[in-house]
């Protein structure tokens, strides 16, 4: 969708480029700015979708609480010292 906003932008400055009236000049930078800064904004929101994590997959504190009992009841039965958070 976004290279649509592109298209736009090229095809504004082509009528810019071939009027002879400095009105449509005027009007088709703009327009054409505005194309090009909403091909922008549009392709970067693309790209920080792409790397976004899955929500479903970020663990609630009751679980994440769970797994770290169960971490500590292997590391004790396993005979191995806990270690400290942040070392």
């Known amino acids: 969708m976004h290279w649509l906003y592109l298209l736009l932008a090229f095809d504004a400055l082509a009528v810019a480029f071939k009027t002879t009236s400095v009105g449509v000049l005027m009007v088709s930078l703009l ?44 590391r004790a039965a396993a005979g191995t010292p806990p270690t400290q958070p942040g070392a």
């Open 31 to 74: 327009v054409a700015l505005g194309f090009f800064l909403a091909w922008v904004i549009k392709l970067l929101a693309a790209r920080v979708d792409n790397q976004t994590r899955d929500s479903s997959m970020i663990l609630d504190p009751a679980e994440l609480h769970r797994l770290r009992q169960q971490a500590e009841a292997r």
